[in-house]
């Protein structure tokens, strides 16, 4: 009976021994090649809800409590998401635009990019067993009339292991496959609005 307490106990969370600190690797190099987007694009800051507006990974045990998000102990982001994911696709978008800024910049853009971070967590199914999942809405706005040009809400899903690496690994491939969708996604409506761009 002792045995299987212990058993049962050893599965209630998942663990994370060493401290460490993780980061969604390495910016992918893009070519440069004609531009796909006629004009520069502002992209703001992306913005996080909560709980995911800190540097904690978050999982939740939807076998256990699905309403209570969890951070790992030892192991955490080494900057806020919305701020890695900010810096990806700006990365991104430069490589088909005609030019990328930021606010911090304070000069004319044609269209701006708005992304709202709304879930960037691993969800265990089972003891052992979880996904990690991304969800964010953006919004492409021009940026003369401020006229929404269009808004889209986003999911990726990205099986994952039983800990603080496995939820690493999935959602830099979820941030990654996200980031290469939003960038199309920003090229089609950007090319389709005439009135945008004014130069």
């Known amino acids: 009976m002792l045995l299987l307490t212990l058993a049962g106990c050893s599965f209630e969370r998942p663990v994370s021994h060493v401290p460490m600190d993780f980061d969604l690797g390495p910016i992918p190099a ?3 090649a004609n531009p796909a987007i006629r004009g520069i694009v502002l992209v703001a800051p992306v913005h996080a809800a909560a709980p995911i507006d800190d540097t904690g990974i978050v999982y939740r045990l939807l076998y256990q409590d699905a309403a209570r998000p ?14 890695l994911l900010t810096e990806r696709l700006r990365a991104r978008l430069a490589a088909i635009a ?10 004319r853009s044609d269209y701006t990019l708005r992304v ?3 879930d960037f967590s691993q969800y265990f199914d089972a003891p052992g067993a ?11 706005v021009a940026s003369d009339s401020r006229r929404v040009l269009a808004q889209r809400g986003f999911e990726v899903e ?23 969708e939003l960038a199309r996604w920003t090229a089609e409506n950007a090319t389709k ?4 761009v004014t130069r």
Do not use: C, I, M
């Open 98 to 107: 005609e030019g990328v800024v930021s606010p911090a910049f304070s000069v």
């Open 130 to 140: 979880s996904r990690a999942t991304l969800r964010a809405r953006a919004t492409l």
């Open 116 to 118: 709202e971070l709304t």
């Open 30 to 32: 893009h070519a440069r």
């Open 193 to 196: 609005t005439g009135d945008a």
């Open 158 to 180: 990205r099986p994952a292991g039983g800990d603080a690496a496995g939820a690493v690994k999935a959602l830099t491939e979820a941030s990654n496959a996200f980031v290469e």
């Open 70 to 83: 969890e951070v790992y102990s030892q192991s955490r982001w080494a900057d806020e998401p919305a701020r």
